[in-house]
């Protein structure tokens, strides 16, 4: 039997008396939705997001996860998995179990309240999330032979995945669906003249760093996992619904790329090619992150 370990002394569970932003997902938290308060910081985080004792579970060394050899590698089918898939489980058990909490509280009552009150912006993060895993699986159909991809991949010993990894001649491409409707990826730059230039990834005016950084720590552990092999791995971040300019956009931000879905198949295809076994690495990736 698992227990839950107890929260560190400087963090409370709590309701938020204003709203806020999750400073690790990005998330919007509506005024009243549950959520953990880190004193220290002066910052809130979704129940859901792992502290930093756990995400650093989530460093290119796991415990008890070696990266495998290539040696023997054959070309075989690869099973993509379902994009999405671990998110919109995660959707639908915390739905049913507010459905559960409200009808057992409120018998009589518990389908009107149901049918009168929204879902908890926490909640529908997982959906919209989900959508947007699937929305760029369908887009990413559109690469051409002999492109794999793999989807919704478990990291293991952590509660992290990776939303799409795909296997091209180019190498190999580790892509984080983003569903930001209506917002604009921006490049902030800082500096450059007296100061040391630094950019930062803005989502809509916000600060996007832990975005940049979480897809630095999923290229890191691909990257293990090919070690020996001399595939180039690269990192993007694919924002789909967002208000891109009618020109340009497009950016890099610590060599993560940051643009739209057509593009992305674009830069797959237009980078160089390589003579690489893209289904004997393939089977290589999905034998080290399975499908979630």
């Not at 709203?19 to 939705?33: I, K, R, V, W």
């Not at 989900?130 to 794999?148: M, Q, V, Y």
């Not at 921006?186 to 832990?210: A, F, M, Q, Y």
């Not at 990192?235 to 992305?264: K, Q, Y």
Request: aromatic share 4%; net charge positive.
């Amino acid at each position: 039997m698992t227990t839950e370990r107890p929260a560190p002394a400087d963090e409370k569970r709590m309701r938020l008396r204003f709203a806020g932003t999750c400073h690790l997902c990005g998330t919007d938290l509506a005024a009243g939705e549950p959520a953990v308060y880190e004193r220290a910081a002066r910052r809130v985080r979704c129940i859901s997001c792992p502290d930093d004792e756990v995400r650093d579970s989530a460093a290119p060394v796991v415990t008890g996860w070696q990266p495998m050899t290539t040696t023997g590698i054959q070309p075989e089918e690869i099973a993509p998995g379902t994009a999405g898939a671990s998110a919109r489980r995660e959707y639908e058990r915390r739905r049913d179990s507010r459905e559960t909490r409200i009808r057992e509280k409120h018998p009589k009552l518990g389908g009107l309240i149901l049918a009168l009150s929204d879902e908890p912006q926490s909640t529908r993060a997982w959906e919209r999330g989900a959508i947007g895993e699937e929305l760029l699986a369908t887009r990413l159909k559109d690469l051409p032979e002999p492109a794999r991809v793999l989807h919704d991949r478990r990291i293991p010993g952590t509660r992290a995945n990776i939303d799409h990894i795909v296997v091209a001649p180019s190498g190999v491409w580790v892509v984080d669906a983003k569903r930001y409707k209506g917002k604009r990826p921006d490049l902030h730059v800082e500096g450059g003249i007296i100061r040391p230039r630094v950019e930062s990834l803005r989502i809509g005016g916000r600060n996007g760093t832990k975005l940049v950084d979480g897809a630095h720590k999923q290229i890191a552990l691909v990257r293990a996992s090919l070690e020996g092999t001399g595939v180039p791995v690269y990192g993007a971040l694919c924002f789909l619904e967002a208000d891109w300019p009618m020109i340009g956009g497009s950016f890099t931000v610590d060599d993560i790329h940051v643009l739209w879905p057509r593009l992305l198949i674009k830069r797959i295809n237009e980078a160089t090619t390589l003579d690489i076994n893209v289904d004997g690495i393939g089977a290589l990736i999905a034998r080290s992150f399975p499908a979630a």
